[in-house]
Nanobody, 115 residues
Framework: VQLVESGGGLMQAGGSLRLSCAAS????????MAWYRQAPGKQRELVAN????????NYADSVKGRFTISRDNTKNTMYLQMNSLKPEDTAVYYC?????????WGQGTQVTVSS
């Protein structure tokens, strides 16, 4: 499974961005897809995940009500719509897929939110 993120950038607080993660390879084997982020000097943290098939979704408390995760199975692409951005959302955002016991990561995309 290969993952490629896009859509990061610089945004003012209160603005919106949409991240995309295009998956290729053995995408039929993916059980869970997720977005993680890592801010400078901090550990990588889960932002949101979505289980394929049943479509169950989970969000970190810090993004509930502001971020929306979704997946377009026809395009093998996952999205993260980020609204009401805050400076503390600044981080490198990583796409993750879990398939057949393995965890796959994208290269990451930088999101910077200015106050």
């Amino acid at each position: 499974v290969q993952l490629v993120e896009s859509g990061g950038g610089l945004m003012q607080a209160g603005g919106s961005l949409r991240l995309s993660c295009a998956a290729s390879g053995s995408t039929f084997s993916i059980n869970i897809m997720a977005w993680y982020r890592q801010a400078p000097g901090k550990q990588r943290e889960l932002v949101a995940n979505i289980r394929t098939g049943i479509g169950r979704i989970n969000y970190a408390d810090s993004v509930k009500g502001r971020f929306t995760i979704s997946r377009d199975n026809t395009k093998n692409t996952m999205y993260l719509q980020m609204n009401s951005l805050k400076p503390e959302d600044t981080a490198v955002y990583y796409c993750n897929a879990y398939a057949l016991g393995y965890s796959y990561w994208g290269q990451g995309t930088q999101v910077t939110v200015s106050s």
